[in-house]
């Protein structure tokens, strides 16, 4: 038997109240929460990392990063980056590589990437090899 799988696209929405609790009631939140249990994919934008609850932000496989502040760095790294590098130094190094000169390059960190070396990336496309980044320096 054929099972669908769906995608939902939220954008910007995050400090609407589609995320309050109700109770009883259908609420967004609690969907984002348990959303592989409907075959659903969410894809959540949103311009400041922080702005989404903890909860949620618990739940997330995949994160990309554009280009953000150092302030906003350092939330990321303690919050996601510090699972895929030892260190805050570290992690702007790659960063840093994967958010430069080009208009819309990202630093994706994919937690669930079957092979290893693909769980961090610049784009969808470039698999990071963090040793020659991080010891570019040295």
Do not use: M
């Not at 609690?30 to 400041?48: E, F």
């Not at 784009?123 to 980044?133: A, K, P, S, V």
């Amino acid at each position: 038997d054929f099972v669908p799988n769906y995608l939902l696209i939220l954008d910007d929405c995050f400090n609407t109240n589609i995320f309050a609790d109700k109770k009883g009631k259908f609420n967004l939140k609690s969907l984002l929460i348990r959303h592989r249990h409907y075959n659903l994919n969410l894809v959540l934008a949103n311009q400041a990392f922080v702005s989404l609850q903890n909860t949620l932000r618990k739940n997330v496989s995949a994160w990309i990063f554009y280009k953000y502040g150092l302030d906003q760095q350092k939330k990321i790294y303690d919050e996601v980056g510090n699972n895929f590098f030892e260190n805050f130094e570290d992690f702007k190094k790659v960063y840093d590589y994967a958010t430069a000169n080009e208009k819309y390059s990202f630093l994706l960190l994919d937690h669930e990437a079957i092979i290893k070396e693909n769980k961090i990336r610049k784009g969808f496309n470039e698999i990071i090899l963090t040793n020659d980044i991080i010891n570019e320096d040295k």
